[in-house]
Structure formats: structure tokens, C-alpha cells
């Protein structure tokens, strides 16, 4: 069993006799969650109203250094799993955002809100990475899906708490510095729980390994990245919908705004998409663990691609608010099911590095969100960089459709 303190005895694998391990880790997620929704609807308004950037390249240089660095920081977070272990990770991962909140609060130049967005990605690769893998590593094969979707619920129900919760105090007590006083709090006790109570799981998956029936990689980087049918189809949807999200991260504010949304409305519309995001991924990580993760991939992004596609003929709340829960739910039939296969197709000890190197794609698509639709939208509109996203999005999951093996989600 997976234990708080002391000595560890023989482990066994399990969602029910790991429950308290695994809720600890689920709670650590959350606050990992908030420390990035803190940022999701504010720092575009910060750009234009106190640092006079105009232009929608320049406001999303934020997001250019917060996806790389996350990125880089998942891939390494992979490789470095056994050799430092997972719960050493996270304690980096939290003593590094730290300094986050402050530097923002000081910060009197834009280059200073890019290097807090790259401590915040390197923040975000080792933390929410570590997470990921320790519950991967203690629930087994049989309630993995389920696992990922109570790990994603967590962490991006707490990215929509925190995203309106910003909102709301910017628009009572300006941009600074008291939406981002939240933050310093949420790093230090995400720091004291990792500390006081998390333990490591390599033991675990040293005891899964015994006997598994997947196969080595011969080469994890190109394997997962693109030549493994079961992994390349994964990463390349993972790319894509983190692409999806960043123009959802940096132009949906702008979007909105343009439209005479208030700073409180813009906060609830951008809230909305994450939170059902968030909820909906207990279901559908059930669900994972049931159905072929080719049809959830494919639907998911599908469903998405269609719904980014409306954005720009958007005009009232509603329609806003019911866009936002339909891609909520499209996204929360991917999250979980990208997890879930790639562990499905890998051997425990390859796991970890894969998962590290699917999230390193998957999070480059942050920044070629930013670069590509900032360019788009200052070539031509806003509305003209969402619909370019919109059909990347949906030729991303016909290639899931076309390419992944059909295969069965391992349960009961």
C-alpha cells in the first residue's frame, strides 16, 4: 500500500487500495490547476492596459514561453522520472512557481511577464506531469481512464475556479496586485502537501512490469512523436487540441472584448469551457476505460472543430456560454483518452518517458497557438485566425479516424 509516512510495504496496484494516495495527488492537481487559471483571463487585458501592446503577436508572447517551457519541462519530466522520482519532481515543479506571483505583481516591463510564463510552463511540465504518471503508476491497468478523468477534473475545474475568480478581482481592484496575492498562497501549500505528504511510486511500477505484455520501444522519441500507429495519431490530436486551447487562451478575450463583453462576462464565458472541460472528464475517463479510444478521439475533435468553427458568428451570451460547454465536452472526450492510450501501448518502463514526450508535443501546441493564430490575426482578423484553428482541428481528428488502430480500452 501507498503510504504517507514511514516504510513502504509490498505495493499493490489498484484505484480502491491506493484511494488515499490517489486523492492526495488529485488535491495537489488542483491547486497546480489554479496556479495557471489565475493568468487565463487577465493577462491579455494586462498587456494592453498597462504595458500598450496593441498588437495580438505581442500580447501572446506570454503564451510563446509558458507552452515551450512546458513543453521542454514535460519531456524532461519523462526522462528524469527514474532516476530522481516523480515526488522530487513535483517538489522542483512547486518551488519554481514560487517567484511567479511576485514577479507579476512587480513586473515594470512586458519581458518580464514572458519569464514568469516560462517559470509557470516549467512549473506546470514537472508538476501536472508528475501527477499524471504517480496515478498512472498506482491504479493498474483496469480503472486507468477513469483515473486520467479524475486527475484532469481536478486540475481544470480548478483552472475555471480560478480563471473567474481573477476576472472578478481585477475588475474590482485592478489588474494588480491583488488577483495575483491568490497565487503565492496556492504555491506554498501545493509546496507543503507535496512535502509533508506525498510519497514516490517507482515501486509500483516495478511491480507491473513483471510479466507485462507490451513490448519495448525501440526508439520512445519517434515511436510516441509519430511511427508507433497506436501513440503518432495520439500526439498529433495532442498537439492540435493544445493549439486549439491556446487561441482559446489568448484570443477568445480578445474576441469577446471586441463584442462590448464586460471583464466579469469575458471571465464567465472563458470560466464556462474549462470548468465542463474539467467535470466532464470524470464520464468520459469512465468511459475510456470502455470504448475504443479511436471513436472518443475522433468524436472529440471532431465535436471541437465544428464548435471553434461557430465562434466567430457568435454574437450573444448565450450563444457564447452554450459554445463554450459544447467544446468543454469536446475536449473532455480527448483529455483523459490521450493518457489513457498512450499508457495503454506502452510497457510500465517505457510509460513515463512516453507520456513525457506526448506532452512535450502536446504542449508545444501552446506556443504554436500563440505564434500562428497572433500572426493570423494581425494579417487579417481575429475571426479569420479561429476558423484557420477550427479546421486544423477537425483534419486532426479525421487522421485519428484514418490512422489509429481501432483496438479496445483495457477493462473488465
Not at 513483471?210 to 510516441?224: E, I, N
Not at 484570443?251 to 464556462?272: C, D, N, T, W, Y
Request: some cysteine; proline content about 5%; glycine content about 12%.
Amino acid at each position: 500500500m501507498f503510504m504517507s509516512r514511514g516504510s513502504i510495504t509490498q505495493p499493490v496496484l489498484g484505484l480502491g487500495v491506493n484511494k488515499k494516495a490517489f486523492a492526495l495527488l488529485v488535491l495537489v492537481n488542483a491547486f497546480v490547476g489554479a496556479m495557471v487559471g489565475l493568468e487565463r483571463t487577465i493577462l491579455p487585458g494586462l498587456a494592453e492596459a498597462e504595458f500598450g501592446l496593441s498588437g495580438h503577436t505581442a500580447m501572446l508572447t506570454f503564451l510563446v514561453s509558458f507552452g515551450i517551457t512546458k513543453a521542454v519541462s514535460n519531456y524532461y519530466t519523462g526522462v528524469l522520472t527514474w532516476r530522481f522520482g516523480s515526488r522530487n519532481l513535483l517538489l522542483a515543479g512547486w518551488i519554481l512557481a514560487l517567484p511567479v506571483p511576485l514577479i507579476l505583481i512587480y513586473a515594470d516591463a512586458w519581458i518580464w511577464v514572458v519569464v514568469a510564463n516560462a517559470l509557470l510552463g516549467v512549473h506546470q511540465g514537472l508538476a501536472w506531469s508528475s501527477t499524471v504518471i504517480m496515478k498512472i503508476d498506482l491504479v493498474g491497468e483496469r480503472h486507468r481512464g477513469l483515473a486520467m478523468g479524475l486527475n484532469e477534473f481536478a486540475g481544470y475545474l480548478a483552472v475555471a475556479a480560478a480563471a473567474y475568480l481573477s476576472a472578478v478581482l481585477a475588475d474590482r481592484y485592478g489588474y494588480r496586485p491583488v488577483p495575483f496575492f491568490a497565487g503565492l498562497a496556492i504555491a506554498a501549500i501545493g509546496l507543503l502537501l507535496t512535502l509533508i505528504f506525498v510519497r514516490d511510486t517507482r515501486h509500483f511500477v516495478r511491480l507491473e512490469s513483471t510479466d507485462h505484455p507490451a513490448p519495448r520501444l525501440t526508439s520512445p522519441f519517434l515511436d510516441t512523436s509519430w511511427r508507433h500507429p497506436g501513440l503518432g495519431p495520439v500526439t498529433a490530436a495532442g498537439f492540435v487540441n493544445n493549439l486549439n486551447d491556446g487561441m482559446m487562451w489568448g484570443l477568445l478575450p480578445v474576441l469577446l472584448a471586441g463584442r462590448g463583453f464586460s471583464l466579469p462576462e469575458l471571465g464567465m464565458v472563458a470560466g464556462i469551457y474549462p470548468a465542463v472541460w474539467g467535470i466532464a472528464q470524470v464520464g468520459t475517463g469512465f468511459l475510456s476505460d470502455r470504448m475504443a479510444h479511436r471513436h472518443l478521439l475522433t468524436a472529440g475533435m471532431l465535436l471541437q472543430g465544428a464548435v471553434i468553427l461557430c465562434l466567430p458568428a457568435a454574437r450573444t451570451t448565450g450563444l457564447f456560454v452554450t459554445l463554450a460547454i459544447l467544446l468543454g465536452l469536446g475536449t473532455a472526450l480527448v483529455y483523459p483518452t490521450f493518457l489513457a492510450a498512450i499508457a495503454a501501448a506502452t510497457h510500465p518502463e517505457d510509460r513515463a518517458q512516453s507520456l513525457g514526450i506526448f506532452r512535450f508535443w502536446r504542449d508545444l501546441g501552446y506556443a504554436a497557438g500563440a505564434l500562428v493564430t497572433g500572426m493570423v490575426a494581425d494579417l487579417f482578423s481575429v475571426p479569420a485566425a479561429v476558423i484557420f484553428v477550427g479546421i486544423l482541428t477537425v483534419l486532426a481528428g479525421l487522421h485519428v479516424r484514418w490512422r489509429m488502430p481501432l483496438g479496445a480500452a483495457i477493462g473488465p
